[in-house]
Structure formats: C-alpha cells, structure tokens
C-alpha cells in the first residue's frame, strides 16, 4: 500500500526551538508539499518542490524552511519556532501528469508553548 | 488567479438522506480537473472523485456523484443514503492541466459534514 508518512502525529515544542518535521513517500512521486491547515482557514501551502534539491515558496513561507536531499524525503523546518506556528502541518505528493490526484499524509499537530 | 470557494462551513444530514455541498470556482482556464477530498476525524485526507473539465459527463464513485456545470463553474458534491462514516471535512479543490507552480492544486476551505443517526 502506497503512503505518504509523517514522522510524528503530535508534537510539543518550546517557543525559540528549531523543530523539524519530516515526510517520505514511498511512490517515486517528483513533486512534495508542505501545508498548514487552521480551523476556517483551509489548507494554506507553505512550501513545494518539484526535484530533489529544488524548492519554491508556496503562500504562506514565512518563518519556514524545507529540505529536500532525497527523492522521497522533504521536511519542513521551523527555524525558530513561535506560538502562531501551533497548527496542523500536512505533506503531499503527486505525479507530474494529467490530473493526477494528490496523496497526503495524516498530518502532524504542532503545539508551540 | 484561480480560486475555489465552498460556501457552507457546516452542514448536516440525517442518516439514510441525501445531502450536496456546494463548490464553485474561478478560473479562465479550459483544461484542468476538479476533486473532493474527505477529511475524516483520523486527519486522513482521502480522494472521494475526480472530474475532468473536458468531459461533459458527472463522476459518480458509488453513492458519491458530482454536478459539474462547466459554464457556471460549479461543482457539487452530492452524498446519497448517507452513513455516520461520512462524518468529515469535505475540501473541493482545483487543479490546472499545466506543468509547474501553476498546476497545484488550489483547495477551498471546506465544509464540515455531521450525520445524524
């Protein structure tokens, strides 16, 4: 069964931590998201990339970094992290090609205290 | 830029009844595809159906259908004989034929579906 896995389903973190989330998928997919989704809000996309070591800024990228040194592996950092960063966090991945849907994983809670 | 927009924050049904969650969208794009996404409790977001723009004829996944009308860009979801199990977020999202940046899916900020027993 093909999946997208994100390494932890909750998180607590210190404000000022630096915090790393991570996401691998196991379906060759080129392209990997990150998003953030808040009550009302929808899903907002932080950052994507499309190729191992290519990353591009998505809407909301501020306070955010990602890295991307495998195919299937891209995680998403938090620099320094801060009370409005507590969210849920989820990661994608898709195919290049017609419509192709996307695969999410189950998402991470991040709680910033 | 293309947006996609879902109405009713909330919606409810009673078991066993038929319910349609509303989904229009804004783009000057002909070629692109269009997609529900169910977000249940479990934070699993899971394909419930995919259209494509170019065909005329509505995507039904057993007791899933949708109601794409292309010249009012609205698509709607509609649940038939619905179960407690389809207690969800529902998220329609949009997605443009084209290679790059421009080709992300662009989701809507969803409606939460309660089924009454």
């Known amino acids: 069964d093909v999946k997208v896995t994100q390494s932890s389903r909750y998180l607590v973190k210190r404000t000022g931590e630096k915090v790393f989330l991570e996401c691998v998928q196991d379906?060759?997919?080129?392209?990997m998201f990150w998003y953030r989704q808040d009550p009302g809000l929808g899903l907002r996309l932080i950052y994507f990339?499309?190729?191992?070591?290519m990353k591009e800024k998505g809407d909301i990228p501020e306070g955010y970094s990602v890295s991307r040194e495998k195919k299937e592996r891209f995680s998403l950092i938090l620099e320094s992290a801060s009370t409005n960063q507590t969210s849920m966090y989820l990661c994608?991945?898709?195919?290049w090609g017609q419509g192709k849907s996307y695969t999410f994983g189950s998402g991470t809670r991040l709680t910033v205290v | 830029a293309q947006t996609v927009t879902q109405s009713q924050p909330e919606m409810s049904v009673q078991e066993a009844e038929t319910v349609t969650l509303s989904c229009t969208y804004d783009?000057?794009?002909?070629?692109?595809?269009l997609f529900w996404y169910k977000q249940p409790p479990s934070r699993q977001m899971i394909l419930v159906i995919r259209?494509?723009?170019?065909?005329?004829q509505n995507a039904t996944e057993n007791r899933f259908s949708v109601n794409f009308q292309k010249a009012a860009k609205s698509f709607s979801l509609k649940i038939s004989d619905s179960q407690l199990g389809d207690a969800a977020m529902y998220f329609c999202?949009?997605?443009?034929?084209?290679?790059?940046?421009?080709?992300?899916?662009?989701f809507g900020k969803g409606t939460k579906l309660s089924v009454k027993p």
């Open positions: 994608a991945s898709t195919l």
């Open positions: 379906m060759d997919h080129e392209n």
């Open positions: 990339s499309y190729d191992v070591k």
């Open positions: 783009t000057s794009e002909s070629d692109y595809y």
């Open positions: 259209q494509e723009a170019y065909k005329q």
């Open positions: 999202a949009y997605r443009y034929n084209y290679g790059g940046s421009q080709g992300n899916l662009i």
